[in-house]
């Protein structure tokens, strides 16, 4: 069978339609999304919601976070991601299986019930982690479409999956925010070079392959710009698995810190990768597939 | 005589007041600044000036700038400064003394008249350089003042000195813009430590002494806030020789470039070093005093 979304087997990088939908699900007058919303989301690939969850509630999440950084010694330590050359935490990874709190909100309706809408299918956590970029110090992100590593390394078989942001720092255009190219998931870029083994050890901290080449970036910032995912703490951005994204440096005094849950639909569970030789371990791409229940109300 | 803007000496980092004015010139019907503009450049210690250079100027000047990087043979060596780690240009320095249209940038009434009527005397070039932050790869400049460098290290007595820097690309909130912190330009940061012989070798690669604390920042960055000098080519970005400015890194593929030209009043000329056993060279810190030749006119 023909691989729609080859990568890093070529010699030079090619710009190749994309052979999915974006939305799969119908708007109806009960959507959690508005009919514009929805329509946004298809041809943007993203979307920027304020205030999806209240003061409260962000204050609870914080808290946790606070928790969770001071004490790295109690989590799986795999799943603990330092920044390149210093001690400091940049990622935990499968926070909603380490952490109550975490768990419940990756079960909320405003992001698990969105994610069901938009891809219209039972959805499960594909990932999960908690991104927190110092300040001073954070360092920048390079451009990347998370569909063409969950392809090539974890198996992921078609473009039906999504992330969610939880913003639970400022994220403004100094501090190094979250940067889109809108519309670029319509396009799958198929980077050049292959796939080393155990190439996540790495690529957490830094990316060297799958990495999109300069000319394609330039193509596609020109035809499509760059957006920086901005907003107050609660705000929820949700985007396309195959969004070109990446983050600047952040020199300033105030870190960046979010909760990302990545949704992918059950009827695209992973299957045998489809340019690694081992798929990466479950903390990073869950291969277990359980369906989300999702939970109605605040979170406690 | 006691010191001022004593840094590096202690063990703790202290906020000073400042004991000189920022605007020693007053306003007059004639002077090519608005009294709020000198209001504001007082108060704020800079100002975005848009549209100073014409498109055919800024054309001029880019096209100059294409030359210089293309080839730095040409250029005194010492005067090249690469990105850490490769071989990219990042800076070019002198070249006011290097380019015969940047000699007549410096000289232009635009920006060199403009430093005469706020610094009230006449001014010369004390540090001109060319910077480019090249795209995808641009590194970040951390915070710093950059007369606490000069007062330690080159020997500038006193605050009466100011940047011009004349953007020739489009400077965003994407693309590593320069950053200052409104206001604080009105404390001097007094940093800790000792400066190493030969430190200009490294420091204008990446800074290690005279680097401001993290808790002074927050605090600055609390009480000031923090203002990207965005701007498209053309625009002049004017500040104070004590301002707290940094930049983040870029990743996008736009390109970061400026024409940066620091003018000191002739009674300002520097001195033996505050910190440093002995000056830098002199293209980086002009120690002969030249009084600039104010030009009228558009550039050639």
Chains 1, 2 share one sequence.
């Not at 999440?61 to 210093?86: F, M, W, Y």
């Not at 050049?192 to 000319?215: A, N, R």
């Not at 992918?264 to 791409?285: D, E």
Request: with cysteine; aromatic share 8%.
């Amino acid at each position: 069978m023909t691989d729609l979304y080859s990568s890093r087997c070529e010699a030079q990088p090619h710009l190749l339609p994309r052979h999915d939908p974006v939305v799969y699900g119908e708007w109806t007058p009960d959507a959690p999304l508005t009919r514009a919303q929805m329509e946004q989301f298809d041809s943007q690939g993203f979307l920027i919601l304020p205030g999806v969850f209240d003061k409260d509630e962000v204050a609870s999440l914080q808290a946790e976070v606070g928790n969770l950084l001071a004490d790295p010694a109690a989590l799986d330590d795999r799943t603990t991601i330092t920044e390149p050359g210093s001690d400091e935490i940049r990622s935990i990874f499968e926070i909603h299986r380490q952490n109550d709190l975490m768990a419940r909100l990756a079960a909320d309706e405003r992001l698990a019930g969105v994610a069901r809408l938009l891809l219209d299918d039972d959805v499960y956590v594909h990932q999960s982690r908690l991104n927190y970029k110092p300040g001073y110090q954070g360092k920048e992100f390079f451009w990347h479409s998370d569909f063409e590593t969950w392809h090539v390394e974890d198996g992921m078989p078609r473009m039906r999956a999504l992330s969610a942001s939880v913003l639970l720092a400022a994220n403004t255009d100094h501090n190094g925010p979250l940067m889109l190219m809108p519309g670029s998931h319509r396009n799958f870029l198929a980077c050049v070079g292959e796939t080393p083994d155990d190439h996540y050890l790495v690529s957490l901290k830094k990316q060297e392959y799958g990495v999109p080449d300069e000319t394609s970036l330039a193509e596609l910032a020109e035809a499509h710009g760059i957006v920086a995912a901005v907003g107050e703490p609660g705000t929820v951005v949700l985007f396309d698995c195959n969004m070109m994204h990446g983050s600047n440096g952040n020199i300033t005094p105030y870190p960046r810190a979010n909760a990302f849950i990545v949704y992918n639909a059950l009827s695209n569970r992973l299957t045998t990768p489809y340019g690694a030789k081992a798929p990466r371990p479950s903390f990073i791409a869950a291969r277990d597939a359980e369906p989300v229940r999702i939970r109605k109300g605040r979170l406690a």
